[in-house]
Nanobody, 128 residues
């Protein structure tokens, strides 16, 4: 059974940093993507970043480019989202999700419905 477990959220001041972790288990495909999404109160869930096992490609929303970095630790089956220079507008519940077996094409990684499995989410609050 595929499971995704997020951790690393918390309260941080503007300009600070957090590293989120997404520990994946229950699948062994060589072709998968793990995406990070966030959802603020009253807003739709939006794609933030994605890691594709195809060539190790990474993808970012314009709003986080240059501030967030996605990476993978194969040995730990974990994908990280390093978030620097955090802003109050980054406040949201952050979710990781995985899609197994299909390559990323175009902006597919941004679509909630493209993913097969989701984690439970972790709260990130950026406030002074």
């Amino acid at each position: 059974q595929v499971q995704l477990v997020e951790s690393g959220g918390g309260l941080v001041q503007p300009g600070g940093s957090l590293r989120l972790s997404c520990a994946a288990s229950g699948f062994t495909s060589d072709y998968y993507a793990i995406g990070w999404f966030r959802q603020a109160p009253g807003k739709e869930r939006e794609g933030v970043s994605c890691f594709s096992s195809s060539y190790g490609n990474t993808y970012y929303a314009d709003s986080v480019k240059g501030r967030f970095t996605i990476s993978r630790d194969n040995a730990k089956n974990t994908v990280y989202l390093q978030m620097n220079s955090l802003k109050p507008e980054d406040t949201a519940v952050y979710y990781c999700a995985t899609q197994i077996g299909r390559p990323v094409y175009g902006s597919s990684w941004r679509r909630v419905g493209w993913y097969d499995y989701w984690g439970q989410g972790t709260q990130v609050t950026v406030s002074s």
